[in-house]
């Protein structure tokens, strides 16, 4: 079927788009054609690989008005609450559960839109203060970096890894080891070019149309499509001093990575990670290129294994002659430190290089042909009190000798998210700190078969929920970028703040045309 050919029309209640691709219409006033295309096999496909959800069609914008012109079709609906078919964004596809697929519907991939990065730093000069980078949702981070070093410059917060599009992490958060000192990147955005379900273009920012603004921020796709973003940036460092230190105590690494968070003054990055196996610190000194001499005794009794961690910080290195030097400021740090002496390494990288670590990791996965595979991941957020029990929780569930992927886990500052946007943070009593608790899975098909996967995705439903149990000595974690099973499930996780959210939705998508894919808004209810 050429799909090229189907037309969309703006008077639609007669004009039905079923999911089993039959397409019948009476039309009124033509305005011309959207073109829509067969689907590929990409578009039912994701780096989770748990959920397949074909779609009727795809379509590659080439501008926000054929966003607009497919939304506004879609949602012009004579029966509210009744669309006659959904539309998911789609931008480097690196959701884990379908959120980026519509079944039987259309996905809009952002990648068409123009990625174009326009770097503006105040009249001309390079002041941080003023400077941003104004970009097409559909670019890569990767992108956006390359063409920000160009001028001396780079975005405040990033996520670990780098291919993945603008669009997609402001419609979660955007996390990484900056994200203690200057928040997620939903935090460092200042305006916004989106298309809402109702197909309306709208340029939005804290001051202008800000509900808008803040709804789509963390709005997991749910309010708009977003085609452009202006985005923070600061000076970028030629270099950076990466290091690690390792542990054999979860309370002194957590003891410490807290210590770090409080030296923001010193620090430009701090995550942590479990080390379960030799495998762990194989892989993940894949980018890190100073020799690491730990060979820790993980014991060879049974399940029972020891387990030890590690700190990962890095300061930022201008190269700047002023008798303070980037070695100074972490041997101040590092003596505050309570690791296993003298099982500190440090490396000096280039500033591309540390951004861009994990893609050396990526590769070497591709090598072995375990990139495209499983991943039952489970992120999490967990507040301080909480973040031991949950690792007791999760090693529970885990043979640390078997363990294909890595844990990671550090903390963040909750009072450096905005909580207008639609992200979803636990109550933090002690102090504002919340770990990011992230179980990064590869299935190895050659030990781990679909039935694993599916052994492994309920071993991390029975300990989020118990995680996310809040009151009556639950933890009261939230899950990252989980799709939930439920719309009551998706209600607990919103808690307090779901009315704000549905009342988003009713504004800005009310026919619900948007983010079928996170099941959040079932037509059905
Ligand atoms: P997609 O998977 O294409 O889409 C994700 C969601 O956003 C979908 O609901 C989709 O409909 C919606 N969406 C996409 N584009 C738009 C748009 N333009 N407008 C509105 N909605 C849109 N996250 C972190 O925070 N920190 C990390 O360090 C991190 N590391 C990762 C490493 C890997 C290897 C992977 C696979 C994921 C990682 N993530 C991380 C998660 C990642 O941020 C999210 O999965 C993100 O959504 C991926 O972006 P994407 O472009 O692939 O989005």
């Known amino acids: 079927m050429d799909l090229r050919a189907l037309y969309m029309y703006a008077a639609v209640p007669a004009l039905l788009l079923c999911s089993a691709a039959t397409f019948i219409q009476s039309p009124t006033d033509v305005f011309g054609p959207v073109d829509l295309l067969e689907p590929t096999p990409s578009s039912a496909r994701d780096f989770g690989a748990v959920v397949s959800d074909p779609p009727f069609a795809i379509m590659r914008p080439g501008s926000a008005a054929d966003v607009a012109l497919l939304l506004r079709a879609l949602s012009s609906s004579a029966k509210p609450r009744a669309p006659r078919a959904a539309v998911a964004a789609r931008g480097a596809g690196h959701s884990l559960q379908g959120q980026a697929q519509a079944r039987g519907g259309i996905v809009v991939e952002t990648r068409s839109l123009p990625r174009n990065v326009v770097v503006v730093t105040a009249g001309g000069e390079v002041t941080s203060a003023r400077a941003y980078a104004d ?18 410059m780079a975005p405040v917060s990033w996520t670990d890894y780098l ?12 996390i990484s080891g900056q994200a203690f000192k200057h928040g997620p990147q939903i935090t ?48 970028a460092p030629p270099k950076v001093r990466w290091v690690r230190a390792f542990y054999d105590s979860f309370e002194t690494f957590t003891k410490d990575q807290e210590l770090l968070i409080s030296m923001p003054e010193r620090l430009d990055y701090v995550e942590g990670f479990m080390v379960l196996n030799e495998h762990s610190i194989q892989s993940s000194s894949i980018a890190f290129p100073a020799h690491i001499d730990f060979s820790p005794d993980f014991g060879s009794d049974g399940s029972k294994k020891k387990v030890y961690y590690c700190i990962e910080f890095a300061v930022h290195d201008f190269q700047q002659d002023d008798g303070y030097t980037v070695d100074h400021f972490v041997e101040l740090v590092s003596g505050e430190m309570s690791y296993i002496r003298p099982h500190m390494y440090s490396a000096e990288v280039s500033y591309f290089d540390f951004l861009n670590r994990v893609r050396m990791e990526e590769e070497s996965l591709r090598m072995q042909g375990l990139w495209d595979v499983p991943h039952p991941w489970l992120n999490m957020f967990v507040p301080r009190h909480g973040v031991a029990r949950l690792k007791d929780l999760l090693m529970d569930t885990v043979l640390p000798g078997h363990f294909d992927g890595a844990i990671l886990v550090y903390p963040l500052l909750t009072d450096k998210w905005n909580k207008n946007t639609s992200a979803v943070l636990p109550s933090t009593p002690d102090g504002g700190v919340m770990y990011v608790f992230s179980v990064l899975r590869s299935a190895d098909p050659s030990r781990c078969g679909r039935r694993c996967v599916e052994e492994i995705l309920e071993q991390h439903r029975r300990v989020a929920d118990e995680a996310c149990r809040a009151g009556g000595g639950g933890i009261g974690a939230k899950q990252y970028l989980a799709r939930q099973p439920s719309q009551a499930h998706w209600r607990d996780h919103f808690g307090s703040g779901w009315d704000r959210f549905a009342a988003r939705k009713a504004r800005f998508d009310p026919v619900r045309v948007l983010g079928p894919g996170q099941g959040i808004f079932p037509w059905t209810d």
């Open 135 to 152: 970009v097409g949702a559909g670019a890569l981070w990767v992108e956006v970096l390359e063409e920000c070093l160009k001028a001396g």
């Open 188 to 235: 460092n955005v200042l305006q916004l070019e989106v298309v809402t379900g109702n197909g309306e273009i709208v340029t939005c920012s804290p001051t202008e149309s800000q509900d808008l603004f803040f709804a789509v921020l963390g709005g997991l796709g749910q309010f708009g499509i977003i085609t452009r973003a202006r985005i923070r940036l600061q000076h």
């Open 163 to 174: 291919y993945l599009t603008v669009g997609g992490t402001l419609s979660n958060a955007g």
